[in-house]
């Protein structure tokens, strides 16, 4: 089993459409939580942290389950501007593990 | 001015020689990394240095071989390419384990 799991997608949706991304970790004793986005032939960027009790930034939310062990992300009212690929990412003993990341297309 | 950088940007080289990569970080983090990102978009850590000092080394076969002359600059040195070295491999830096911020990318190509 991967240390941290995501639906690979593509995700295809029209604008202005919410779309969820979920992942799920295996190491209970993970500490801290992130979201990346990825462009095409990019390097990831830190689009927000994780936190137990979820935090939103614009059109974005992030959410925490530690019971069970996933993690979301809630775009909402999608913009072309969202195409990319959203990576979660785990930190266990103080190594970043990234699931496979999720990518998104969002259409006119 | 860019906070982490790599060098060079694109390696295009033969089956059997050696090559390095270059990454300097001007954030004054007190960890580096080295990521591999392969074909499938997988990215997996290869090497993490703290204030000059190794402190991860994931299986990696050892014709890798990380150096930290200082908390500043992290390269990595190739030994041998293989055709299975071809990724894109990605520099990255943090304070405190948090907050990772990467470079832009060393595309490699062995032939």
């Known amino acids: 089993r991967k240390e941290v799991e995501q639906d690979p997608g593509p995700f295809n949706v029209p604008e202005g459409a919410t779309v969820a991304f979920n992942c799920t970790y295996s190491?209970?004793?993970?500490?801290?939580f992130f979201w990346y986005r990825q462009d095409c032939r990019k390097e990831p960027k830190l689009l927000m942290s994780?936190?137990?009790s979820g935090n939103e930034d614009g059109r974005f939310t992030a959410q925490l389950n530690r019971a069970s062990q996933y993690i979301s992300l809630l775009i909402r009212d999608s913009k072309l501007s969202d195409s990319a690929t959203y990576l979660c990412?785990?930190?266990?003993?103080?190594?970043?593990?990234f699931g496979q990341g999720t990518e998104l297309s969002v259409k006119p | 001015d860019t906070a982490v950088s790599q060098t060079p940007k694109y390696l295009v080289t033969q089956m059997g020689n050696d090559k390095s990569i270059k990454c300097e970080q001007n954030l004054g983090h007190d960890t580096m990394y080295w990521y591999k990102q392969d074909s499938k978009k997988f990215l997996k850590i290869m090497f993490s240095y703290n204030n000059k000092e190794l402190i991860i080394n994931e299986t990696v076969p050892n014709r890798f071989s990380p150096k930290s002359p200082d908390k500043a600059h992290l390269n990595l040195h190739i030994n041998s390419l293989e055709l299975g070295d071809s990724a894109v491999y990605f520099c990255?830096?943090?304070?405190?384990?948090?907050?990772?911020?990467f470079g832009s990318g060393t595309r490699l190509t062995v032939v």
């Open positions: 990255a830096s943090s304070q405190f384990r948090v907050g990772y911020t």
């Open positions: 190491n209970s004793a993970s500490q801290s």
């Open positions: 994780v936190y137990s």
């Open positions: 990412a785990v930190n266990q003993g103080g190594k970043l593990i």
